[in-house]
């Protein structure tokens, strides 16, 4: 006889999307809901954490009922609650931490505390069963930018991060430069489908030889620069650029930071001998990130394997979130109602 498979709910309230899923046995997505915020926030061109965390308050409730009902299951089909918890805002993560608490106690199912970064790893693993060790991963979002010596999905060992801003952060504060919608990122990689990447030079930050650190904020005030001279003493140009200008800028900024990105991978891949290179976090959903880093892969010698997390999956979501916390089920690891958020981690 077949066994039981194992059915997980995860919430994920980290920033500004409310997110519940039903994953059986770490793959089969059986629901996925998620109430996105970005009209609330686009007026203050990011994310307000007070305004976050009152719409997942208000959202979490319905969301998580909508994901059980997708599924169709009830709470006896249920095997564990899984809850990001950190890193994140943490009056925004504190709601589904509570939301969790209080069905794994009400409920009398185990709780799993799930760290969101290696959530977003797992994205780029869903539909992976022959990983081929060593691997690198790299997350890029909007909190964060990382390196990881990929062993296990329990076990990723971070290799560097970024010391100032995240990839995503540049994306979002660039486009505001440029007076694109928000959120940055998707914009500016649509405006940048109409410029030339060559057109102007924006620096790259390498930091030393062999670091496998980041730092975009050099980059964002760059373009600021160019925009508005440089000490800001100019006036902004933006207002009188044609729509071929912009294009320019985005397509070069954007140039530049998959430039770093690909070129640390590399480095890091090269430091531990990678075969598999993983992708995951907002900025994976950029399609010429993926262009780039799967033509890194075909010409290093021996070829690497790119996996990359499927574009819904690249923001957040709660399947990453349910699916991580399957093997921590199947390992023991389990929270109590102790369970506090962390913004850090
Ligand atoms: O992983 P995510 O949903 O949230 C965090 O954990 O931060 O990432 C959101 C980030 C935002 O900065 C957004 O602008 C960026 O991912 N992003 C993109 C694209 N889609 C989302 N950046 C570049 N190109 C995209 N297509
Ligand atoms: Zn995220």
Redesign the pocket.
């Known amino acids: 006889m077949q066994d039981k498979s194992i059915n997980i709910l995860g919430i994920e309230t ?2 500004d ?1 409310t997110a519940a899923a039903v994953v059986a046995d770490g793959r089969i997505v059986k629901s996925s809901v998620i109430a996105s915020q970005t009209r609330l926030h686009e007026k203050y061109g990011g994310v307000v954490p007070e305004i976050a965390s009152r719409a997942h308050i208000e959202k979490i409730y319905p969301v998580i009922k909508e994901a059980m009902a997708q599924a169709d299951v009830a709470k006896d089909d249920i095997d564990a609650i899984a809850v990001a918890n950190q890193p ?1 805002l943490t009056i925004a993560l504190i709601v589904g931490v509570t939301a969790a608490k209080t069905l794994s106690f009400a409920w009398e199912k185990p709780l799993i505390a799930i760290n ?1 970064l290696h959530a ?1 790893l797992q994205s780029a693993m869903l539909s992976e069963d022959d990983l081929q060790l060593p691997a690198v991963a790299l997350i ?5 930018t990382c390196l990881y010596d990929y062993h296990s999905p329990l076990e990723p060992e971070l290799l560097g991060s970024t010391i100032d801003d ?4 540049a ?2 504060k660039v ?1 505001t430069i440029l007076k694109l919608p928000y ?4 914009n ?2 649509k405006a940048a489908e109409k410029g030339n990447p060559d057109a102007i030079k924006f620096p790259r930050s390498m930091l030393g030889r062999d670091s496998l650190d980041f730092s975009f904020s050099g980059i964002k005030t760059a373009v600021l620069y160019y925009c508005r001279g440089q000490n800001m003493k100019g006036e902004n140009k933006v207002d009188s650029m044609t729509p071929r200008q912009i294009a320019d800028i985005a397509a070069s900024f954007q140039a530049a930071v998959i430039d770093v990105l690909v070129k640390k991978t590399q480095r890091a891949a090269e430091k531990i001998g990678a075969r598999t290179i993983l992708l995951g ?3 994976a ?3 010429q ?1 993926r262009i780039a880093l799967q033509k890194m892969c075909d010409s290093d010698v021996p070829p690497k394997k790119l996996l990359v997390a499927p574009k819904h999956y ?3 979501n709660a399947v990453m979130v349910a699916s991580l916390a399957y093997y921590k089920f199947k390992a023991g690891l389990f929270a109590d109602l102790t369970l506090e958020p962390k913004a850090t981690g």
Request: with cysteine.
């Open positions: 980290s920033c999307e994140g969101h977003h890029v979002s909007g909190g964060h995240a990839a995503g952060e994306f979002d486009a959120p940055g990122g998707p500016i990689e976090g907002g900025v959903a950029n399609n990130l690249c923001t957040d």
